[in-house]
């Protein structure tokens, strides 16, 4: 025998973590989350809309209230990100090439004539 704690025996019908099960179909594991209610739903329970996950009401009150604010919803960020980044980008480079046309542009005469290295080389 060993000394220190004993390893508890596993007990039966318990398998590792327990699982979660659909508010409708307790026969069914619950693989996601309502962002309306918050509850625990099967695959069949959920529906996808606008990358976000509902169940039957709560997606019905989500097209409900859609309906009555009208088309016009809150700007999602994502559908712009790309756009913005594309011209900060092109921003960038604009300002960069001008920076750089205005350092050769003050580069002196002499040296784009190539007059500076005898000036240079002359004693």
């Known amino acids: 025998m060993t000394s220190g704690a004993a390893i508890p025996p596993v007990l039966p019908g318990r398998t590792g973590t327990p699982r979660r099960r659909c508010a409708r179909h307790e026969e069914r594991e619950a693989v996601g989350r309502c962002t309306g209610c918050a509850g625990g739903f099967c695959r069949e329970c959920l529906t996808e809309h606008e990358d976000r996950l509902y169940c039957g009401p709560c997606f019905a009150l989500h097209l409900e209230t859609g309906k009555r604010a009208g088309a016009r919803r809150p700007t999602d960020w994502?559908?712009?990100?790309?756009?913005?980044?594309?011209?900060?980008?092109?921003?960038?480079?604009?300002?960069?090439?001008?920076?750089?046309?205005?350092?050769?542009?003050?580069?002196?005469?002499?040296?784009?004539?190539?007059?500076?290295?005898?000036?240079?080389?002359?004693?």
Do not use: N, Q
């Not at 300002?95 to 580069?107: H, N, S, T």
């Open 78 to 123: 994502r559908r712009w990100k790309s756009g913005v980044a594309v011209a900060g980008s092109m921003l960038c480079l604009v300002v960069g090439f001008y920076l750089l046309g205005r350092l050769l542009a003050a580069i002196p005469a002499d040296v784009h004539d190539g007059t500076v290295w005898k000036k240079i080389s002359e004693p």
